[in-house]
């Protein structure tokens, strides 16, 4: 029966692909011709992979060979391939990296958390102390303030915003450990510390420790990765990614903010003739991640497929444009949207083979829209800086199907 | 000033600590002594990474030398270490295997997937073609009908219910293929092969296409893994694990059944006198993942963690006891909870010190409560079989400590 269905295959395989495809809702899409005559082969039956009996179960799996997506390392940090990515977690080895003196080797059965200042009953924590406290789970973003590269036609989503990333993390509520110490009533800010070599420090306002940030220890089930902080990292869902510090092993309760490096001279932006300081929560963004250099796509259907967050709050309205603007359609947002969460967005597209434009925007449940280049220049002045730079993108697709960034502006 | 913390830092980890902890709630959890003696030591300055700048960034992140999360395989399977995930999301090279003739090599260029038997255009898709389709999300657990292991006391959750892995799949709603194709009305069937070496073929009845099964290509947001199905696998939510054909190449839609092994010798089990077969939906069950054997857990408060599903919906309630199935309480839910999905739960319990058994049990949306064994065995019957065995598991709490599994008896 086996032999029969096999020949079945072949035959099948035949003449009919190519008609049958152009008979269907995909004949609005002319496929280019290599795939085409690709459809016209046989199942060619020395590269049957049923004549082979594969590798048996393994202790860990590994990638296929035909898939090789990297994180884009510099001295400093690494990129997330937004492009690869066909949904909203992002596979930890792929999570962006942003050290400040490398990647400390931290022994979790040596390392503690120290909690003192402004608090009645000062404390050392170790992993395991942590681990028995109540733990919670909690999916969303984590995005470098930085975030935000432009300057050339030939970048992906990666080279222009790699440099955020989501994970399903697992730890203990803040909350919880501050009233494990006992908070005094003149705490206002704590300051938390990291044990890398920078020695990583920011403060943050007290009121986000009763909100909802979490010291963390595992990161898509398992234990954090090195890279994010392990054994344990601070997270504060929607604030820039810097303050979320790694390798956390101090938290000091204060009246005032320490006034950091990070927060002082770093991590602040000039408006109009002021600093602005202490911007903690990451604007409402969006990219559209498919189609995007260096693709290239074909007349038809095409489904615009991209990221959506914001720091404020869950994503309420993605709005797609096809033709550079003028006009805007409601993209589909993948259930469940989750607060200050990566919002996968998707746009069902017939193009007609002319060359145009496609952006994406994002609206949050705060009200505020995703600026264009141009509104972010007119509120913040000409020097506007690298932080917190969260402009409409654009896609350039020419005629070809051959798809190119459209560099920002800075000046028009 | 950094000086100054430091030393702060150093002073502050002497003499408090052990004061301050046992004044805390976790005065109630008398910590093991070597915790205690590693609280009253300082902060060993040799061991501080502060003092090291660590590696830079790097295109692939690994995981810590201090963490080796493993799946236990055999010569046909290995299954996923559920005990050392703290959450839902199982990390793609945890995810179970379990094949029939080992893992095919497939260049995802020149696979193509066949469609025909009762359709009106029989056609060949190419992974180009299927990606171009409307795309979705779901994630959601795929398990082996054969999941659940018993007999001694020396068992992991990974030893008893290792056949189990969740991830965020994407793909192509199958319906919008069946819609391409056109379905002939007599089609009550549809036939799914895979290209592996063991040509795994199994019947689905058509109302689960028109309902959410799927076509996947991605897993946790990248393409899926070779042991998971590369370059594609059918997605039946909820569906034995088994059905979830990998390497998919070919679907022939019928009127009958075509009573393949799969479903004849193999995933059929007997029910009294009679042999069920075609029991497609996984069963309720749940597992207590923390704490198991070969952990020891201390007096005082601990916090029950574990992960309960449904093949038929959403988890509806999970029930911990404590007290060796004498009386119930409410367990925690993850939100969100997801249909036909790992929930995972959560609940916080002040152990006396004296020897107990700790139990869960779920119910699902369909208002199905998961049975115990002596239950099954009774709508069985003694010759009950290997397949869909979800009987509640209990843990044997020793009282120094140790956690030992309670191996089922099935006369009892």
């Known amino acids: 029966m086996k032999k029969e269905i096999k020949l079945n295959v072949e035959n099948k395989a035949g003449g009919i692909s190519r008609r049958s495809l152009l008979g269907g809702v995909l004949a609005a899409a002319v496929l280019p011709l290599g795939e085409l005559f690709a459809l016209e082969k046989d199942v060619n039956i020395t590269d049957d992979p049923t004549k082979i009996p594969g590798p048996g179960p393994s202790a860990l799996g590994k990638r296929s060979a035909f898939e090789n997506p990297v994180r884009k390392p510099s001295d400093i940090s690494s990129r997330t391939p937004l492009q690869d990515l066909h949904s909203t977690i992002t596979p930890a080895d792929l999570h962006f990296e942003r050290h400040h003196a490398g990647i400390p080797n931290i022994d979790p059965a040596k390392h503690q958390l120290l909690i003192h200042g402004l608090v009645e009953r000062p404390m050392m924590f170790t992993l395991a102390d942590l681990k028995r406290f109540p733990s919670v789970t909690r999916t969303c973003f984590i995005e470098c303030a930085g975030n935000f590269r432009t300057g050339k036609e030939e970048m992906t989503p990666q080279d222009i915003l790699g440099l955020t990333s989501q994970s399903e993390w697992t730890g203990v509520l803040l909350s919880t450990i501050f009233n494990e110490v006992g908070i005094d009533a003149a705490a206002k800010w704590f300051l938390a510390e990291g044990s890398d070599a920078a020695v990583m420090t920011r403060t943050i306002p007290i009121a986000k420790a009763w909100d909802d940030a979490m010291i963390v220890y595992a990161q898509n089930g398992e234990a954090i990765r090195p890279e994010q902080g392990y054994p344990i990292r601070l997270l504060l869902p929607g604030f820039e990614g810097n303050m979320n510090i790694k390798w956390l092993r101090r938290i000091e309760l204060s009246e005032e903010p320490y006034m950091t490096r990070e927060e002082t001279s770093k991590y602040t932006y000039p408006v109009k003739d002021k600093i602005s300081m202490f911007s ?133």
């Open 280 to 412: 903690f929560e990451m604007d409402a963004r969006s990219i559209i991640t498919y189609p995007s250099y260096p693709q290239q796509i074909n007349k038809g259907y095409v489904e615009i497929r991209g990221l959506a967050w914001s720091g404020r709050g869950k994503v309420s309205k993605v709005e797609v444009s096809t033709d550079g603007g003028k006009s805007w359609e409601i993209a589909k947002l993948q259930e469940p949207v989750l607060s200050k969460a990566h919002t996968y967005f998707r746009y069902l597209w017939n193009w007609n083979g002319v060359s145009t434009e496609i952006l994406s925007r994002v609206t949050d449940e705060t009200g505020y829209l995703q600026p264009t280049l141009k509104q972010l220049v007119e509120a913040r002045g000409q020097h506007i800086g690298g932080y917190h730079m969260n402009p409409i993108t654009a896609w350039k697709i020419r005629e070809d199907g051959f798809v190119f960034f459209k560099p920002e502006n800075y000046t028009k």
